[in-house]
């Protein structure tokens, strides 16, 4: 596993091997960037690490440099690479703000209200990073917790809480669970839509689309339908 700065090394290896590889094929910047479709400047940038260059690109100057595959087989793996180091120090976040939330959710003197949050709150950011950090039980448990501690009238607040709990039911795989507080949530909302709700709650829908065909998934199709958020004819996806 690479950390930040041998990635920023990995990168301006491979701008190096690009150009070699040009040059090995007797290219110019120009002409290379000819066959792709841009400028010199843009093939000396990619060359010199200050642009990346997309997959597009490096398919096609492998291609003309005839590199026989190894310059896009690079970019791969650097790409891999660098998804895998955003994935960890997302990992590494999530466990900051837990830890923060946990300090947070232990008993302590009030707060200033200046700094003062809903307890309902705490406990939904909870669920949400412990669903990040893989756990979604204890996330099942601390979203049913933020439920229990908003007033059923704060419709909104109450319908994010619920498809809070949807994420981690589904990772729990309890896929009937899911989809009938997703239908709760939908009719929740439907008396305070938002765009950012809405937009939840469909997400929260693709999530459930492997198990489409079941009766749960079914019924819940007919409720976001009934509600606005599912037309007729999109019944197998959202």
Known sequence: MLD???LDQARVELGRRLAASRRAARLSQTALGGFLCCVRSTVSHIERARRR???TFWELADKHCRANGELLAAFDALEAAEA???ARCE?????AELDRLMASRAPAEPPSPAYWMHAGMIDSQFSAYLTKLGRPREAVEAAQAAIGRFDPLLRGLYAHCQVGLVTALVLCEEIGEAARIL??????ASASPSPRLTAKLRAARVQLQPWQG???VKTLDAQL???GLLGPSRSSGV
Do not use: I, L, W
């Not at 239908?183 to 929740?188: F, I, L, P, R």
């Open 183 to 188: 239908g709760t949530a939908a009719g929740t």
């Open 4 to 6: 930040g700065a041998e």
């Open 53 to 55: 260059g997309s997959r």
């Open 84 to 86: 895998d180091y955003r």
């Open 91 to 95: 990992v590494q976040e999530a466990r």
């Open 225 to 227: 339908a009934a509600c």
């Open 214 to 216: 079941t009766h749960a």
